[in-house]
């Protein structure tokens, strides 16, 4: 169990030779329900418990490889949460009550908080993988949560055009992003008085949409009480759309792009959520195969605006 540095991308690669021999859990058995095993009977609506299976450890292994110039490694120092979203095992974060949904907001502020105050975390990823197409075995609602010991690659990038937009213009690139959203009106899914969905111009999937604050926060501890009631409103529309779509509980990976925890500034930054849901059509999915994978240049089979015309007209009941 070690952190690999690849010194042509220059990228960490998280390795944990540990996680693939984890127990098949027997058929009928949730561990998140209530009552099973440190999951309390009752007294709660959401939960986070330590990952069971974590690839980054507050106490982690020295590495087993010998760490040189070329071949860097460092131990894999960081921690992996899971985030139970209810006690009710057959549900999705789509058919929670706002008060559960808002409920799960607040605990996802609480941990971000509490994990970025550890001085060797310096990024507090929140996401959710949904769906057996995705891999998901365990049906019970529930996310997760990466402390990372470093800024990952793709939070690296935008922070740094995030950073140059500000330099050059004096204003943030998300909220420009917004205002040029409102102004072509095409891509907007749903919005309320705090929050805006819309699938950008440069959507990397055919459903892939962002939800962003109006207001310019880099985090969600930035977030009032009432914008948190917006978020979790324009969350569930959004699910419930997406659920209606195909008439279907819509597979997806959810996350959080917040600000670092590294204690410097990035006045620059602007909260937000993406989805990247695997469906291109109903019962077709988009593989990432060479171009994606080898080229890293995303190729879009259909067209934004329809996709996001598809999307803004499912019904949110
Ligand atoms: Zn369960
Ligand atoms: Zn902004
Ligand atoms: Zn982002």
Redesign the pocket.
Known sequence: MELRWDPILREWIIVSGERSKRPLLPENF?P??PGSEEIPKSGWTVLSIPNKFPSLRPDPPKPDVKSDKLYRCKPSKGVCEVIIYTPK?DATLADLSLENIKALIDLWTNRFEELGKRDYVKYVFIFENKGRVIGVTL??PHGQIYAFPFIPPLIKRELESSRRYWKRSGKCLFCTIIEKEKKDRVRIICENEDFICFLPFFARLPYGVHIYPKRHVGALTDLTDSEKVSFASILKRILRKFDNLFNMSFPYMMVLHQRPTDNRSYPYYHFHVEFYPPYREKDKIKHFASVENGAGTITFDYVPEEKARELRNSPET
């Open positions: 949730c998140f329900c095992h049906d019970h």
